[in-house]
């Protein structure tokens, strides 16, 4: 029965053999490793005693699973796409390359074009109203993230810094924005480059001490910093608020013409005698991101074909090769914090005017895993690969909450963003498997003589500090 | 000139005086001298672990001497004294650059953008230290174009010109020699110090490194000073070979005297040290003849 699709009807009774010894083998693994797991369950009795029933049936489910996967896997699936490779690979794949390139080539630029349209397309989709959750929810958090993640690739992914406490940065924009505005009255245009250039000046705080160390320790250190950071805020409750953060922070406005406060006399709606709606300011919100989402790209882009670019990226490759060239190491390693810093800060004061609230939960140590997590994924270095990364994790999340129908499989108990976590390191565990690069593997070189060639992902190094 | 004479007339380029560097209890250099000339290829020499490659580290600013001074005069007459300096401004200031016995390329990056990385302080000011450039004023476009242009002459010399857009990680062995001299030359040196350069190469292209190498010395002026054991390479291209031995400098002078140092022969092929005395006391004699 497998000769339908096996390349070689001749061996398969062999393989028939070795399908079935791995499924068995599959099915005991499972029973080993699911017997006391699945098979015995404990509760409390109405006595409050702990007792123990077993489960043998689900248990059963488990192994046979397990067992007939194996199976198929080894026995048709895997045979299959070696046959396919192969047909593949004797007809030749010179005009599937071609078909693919024009969207590949044009990605960025339709994927701009699809971000700049997207919020009048859904307003005439689902209404005003009905556009809050895309925008707020898909949209602006995305971008959040990919802004975010995209500062800290400058760091991570061309200079080779492994940074773990990156959201520190992002916390201190926050925090200036909501600070400054609070006790000075100053608009969001103002406060904006502020907060970046706070952030950069924390972030040069933070490189001073940390340049002598490289690798672990320096990832280490800098997750030390992020937990400093956020154990200062939470505690400095005069001045931060504590715990409770500081809430009621001031709305961005259009460059001061039109306000999106409710009582203003220039309230955007009113000025345009549009029903009230808080959509107006997500939408508002969203160009801006998508701004300053664009201005992220268009300067990385244009640092990296700058000498201080690519010393970063010689920087990751080998510091004692920089050091005997003339390069300034500890400048060099200096900007690029500043810099993936400066970018953490604008998100950070987006964040606050977004928000109207801050406060230390917002930055835990799980948000700079989970932006390092985006790097990762995405590919070190690439703007398109990262991007792609942060629509996939945050906008995977988002998408758990809207999975009602899950609940009418797993029953009403169930809430699917709990689970958001395992989902998101089976994901990361299966991105690393197929594609141990990232998404995009490959890096774009900043100059050439005579054609521009992707530099595969096998040369690059990660950097070490 | 006579190349590598005692008594020769060009300036001193580079002046290492009583040079010593002690690891613990270990003195890797002792009490070492010795002077490269401008416009010459001198050669350091000797046996497996004898302190060549840690001169070569003091010298480049990767090791701190214990003692001694390391004194760099430059074409114009201005003076530095390495030991003062850290390992990037030898580099930046003084101009010696330097190559590694396990090359160390920048793997991920083309081969051009290799020689670009090494014009960084060039371009760094011309970019008005990136703010400029940034914002697309002032000159940084054209100077660019001039780092462009002068990476394609050094590909050209060393023969890389059809792998300019390959990564360097994945040329051959050889080519990857080639590239960090090149790379190293693309930092305006006057003073290139290369650590074995034709450890690994073919007989081949060892001889495409001599000529390479004679190409530095006569059209760039740059004065060499290498870590060799190929003694084809040393014979053939050096003008003055300094002989190391635990540490202590044993011979120093021209290829052909070197080679007929009775203390080098012996500590090249291990004869006892009574006889080392024999053989030099009978050149004594024979010289006083």
Known sequence: MANTQSPAPDIAPGLMAKAIKEGLFAGVLALGMFLLFVGIETYQDIDNRLVWRTRWELLAVFVLVAAIGRFLMVGFITPHFAARKLAKGKAGQADSAEEESFFKRNFSKIAILALLFYPPIVVYLYGVQGSLKFVDNFGIQILIYVMLAWGLNVVVGLAGLLDLGYVAFYAVGAYSYALLSDHFGLSFWVLLPMAGILAAFWGIILGFPVLRLRGDYLAIVTLAFGEIIRLVLMNWSEVT????????????????????????????????????????????????????????????????????????????????????????????????????????????????????????????????????????????????????????????????????????????????????????????????????????????????????????????????? | MTPGNQTMTTETILKIEHLSMRFGGLMAINDLSFDVKRGDITALIGPNGAGKTTVFNCITGFYKPTMGMITMTQKGGKQYLLERLTDFEITKQAKVARTFQNIRLFSGLTVLENLLVAQHNKLMKASGYTVLGLLGIGGYKAEAEAAIEKARVWLEKADLIDRADDPAGDLPYGAQRRLEIARAMCTDPEVLCLDEPAAGLNPRESLALNTLLKSIRDENGTSLLLIEHDMSVVMEISDHVVVLEYGQKISDGTPDHVKNDPRVIAAYLGVEDDEVEEVIHEELDGSMR
């Open chain 1, 241 to 465: 608020g504590g715990t409770a953060g500081i809430s009621g922070v001031a709305k961005a406005s259009i460059f001061g013409i039109y306000s999106f406060d409710v009582g203003a006399p220039n309230n955007f709606a009113r000025a345009f005698d549009l029903p009230m709606s808080s959509a107006y300011y997500k939408i508002f919100l969203f160009y801006v991101i998508l701004a300053l989402c664009l201005l992220t790209a268009y300067v990385t882009i244009r640092l990296r074909r700058m000498p201080i670019g690519r010393a970063w990226e010689a920087l990751r490759e080998d510091e004692i090769a920089c050091r005997s060239l003339g390069i300034d190491t500890v400048k060099t390693k200096l900007t690029a914090f500043a810099i993936g810093a400066m970018f953490g800060g604008f998100a950070g004061s987006f964040f606050a005017a977004r928000q109207g609230f801050v406060s230390p939960e917002s930055f835990v140590f799980l948000e700079s895993a989970v932006i390092l997590a985006i790097v990762v994924l995405g590919g070190m270095g690439s703007l398109t690969g990262i991007a792609v990364a942060a629509v996939l994790m945050v906008g995977g999340t988002e998408l758990l909450r809207e999975m009602e129908f899950l609940k009418h499989v797993f029953g009403p108990d169930f809430t699917p963003e709990l689970y958001r976590m395992l989902l998101f390191g089976l994901a990361m565990v299966v991105v690393m498997l197929f594609k141990p690069r990232g998404f995009v593997g490959s890096r774009e070189p900043t100059a050439f003589l005579k054609e521009r060639k992707a530099v595969s992902g096998s040369f690059t190094k990660e950097g070490h500090g």
